[in-house]
Every structure is written in structure tokens, then in C-alpha cells.
């Protein structure tokens, strides 16, 4: 009797093997769409895998990138293989990336579930996950712009016109009353000298 490998597992169950997971997610990373990213996904089309099933798995790749990100013993949480690559792997990546991935991935496979277009809900996802920094850039942006953040250039740029300010006005109100001073004179004057007359 012949025995199954992992290889003939995969092959049964429509299941991307786990090489091919990781280095998508590396050529996501590295904002390879349409050499590699789009590429993958159309091999595994043509391959016969379930689009569903590899969201899925995709899925499950990035919980255990959070899980290795967030704890301190990623060991006691998960039983995985290859963990060192696991690990190797999340040191590319802020929290806020595979948690942004996360969302992505989750929303496609919801989609997904009521679609006839789930390679076009995979591409979509695959695109959106390599602009991910572009987009947390944004949202960063819009929030400091939100609570009403100043960069420490321009607040320090400000401080120092107030500063120039604060300065000059001793002198302003001093020429003020100079002048002030001289128009009263040449009033009296010319009063004076109308007198005189």
C-alpha cells in the first residue's frame, strides 16, 4: 500500500503548501504584485486549489505572525513547525501591518463566502495588503491632523514668531509714544505760533 505524503495531503485537499504561503506573504512585504504576488495566484488556480481555502491559510499565517509579534513566549501559545521561520519572519513586519493584513484577509473571506468571483476578492486583497504602509501612513496623517498635531518643526517655527513678537513689542508701543509725543509737540507749537500772530 502506498503511502501518503505531505505533498499527496496538499494535492487532496486543495491546501497551498507552506513554502508557498511564506513567500507570498515575503513578496507582499516587499511589494512584489505582479512579478510574483499575482502570479502565485493564478498558479494556484491552475493547479486546482480551493481560493477559499488558501484565504484561509493565508489567514492562519498572519494570526501566528500576531501571535510571535505580541508575545513573549510565542512557543506556549502556538505548536507550530518551522517557527524560527516564523519568527525570521515577523521581524520585517510592525504589529500594525499583520494587524491591518489581518482585517484585509478577514473581510475577503467573509466576502468570498457569498461570491462566484473569489480570485477577483483575492487580488483585490493581495493589492491592498502590498499599499498597506501607504494606507497606515495615511491614517496616521489623518489622525495627528485630527488631534490637532503639529510637527515639532513648525510648533518650534511658531514658538519663535510669538517669541519675536513678545520682543518687539516694547519697541512698537516705545515708537508709538515717540510719535505720539512729537504730533502733541507740533500741536502745541502751531497753536503757540498762532497766538503769536
Known amino acids: ?57 493565508i489567514i492562519n499565517h498572519f494570526r501566528n505572525l500576531m501571535i510571535i509579534k505580541s508575545s513573549k513566549n510565542p512557543k506556549n501559545i502556538l505548536e507550530i513547525d518551522d517557527m524560527e521561520r516564523y519568527i525570521k519572519q515577523s521581524e520585517s513586519m510592525d504589529l500594525s501591518y499583520i494587524l491591518k493584513a489581518l482585517e484585509i484577509l478577514t473581510e475577503a473571506e467573509t466576502q468570498g463566502k457569498w461570491s462566484t468571483q473569489t480570485r477577483i476578492i483575492l487580488e483585490m486583497a493581495v493589492i491592498k495588503m502590498v499599499n498597506i504602509e501607504e494606507t497606515l501612513s495615511l491614517e496616521e496623517r489623518i489622525k495627528r491632523l485630527e488631534e490637532g498635531f503639529v510637527p515639532r518643526k513648525q510648533a518650534d517655527n511658531k514658538s519663535q514668531t510669538l517669541q519675536n513678537q513678545v520682543k518687539q513689542k516694547p519697541y512698537i508701543k516705545e515708537e508709538k509714544n515717540k510719535k505720539k509725543s512729537q504730533f502733541i509737540k507740533k500741536k502745541k507749537n502751531t497753536k503757540t505760533s498762532r497766538n503769536n500772530r
Open 1 to 57: 500500500m502506498k503511502k501518503i505524503t505531505y505533498e499527496d495531503a496538499i494535492e487532496i485537499l486543495g491546501v497551498a503548501n507552506k513554502d508557498l504561503i511564506f513567500n507570498m506573504v515575503d513578496d507582499i512585504k516587499e511589494k512584489k504584485i505582479g512579478k510574483k504576488s499575482l502570479l502565485v495566484i493564478d498558479e494556484i488556480i491552475q493547479n486546482g486549489k480551493d481560493i477559499q481555502q488558501f484565504i484561509k491559510d
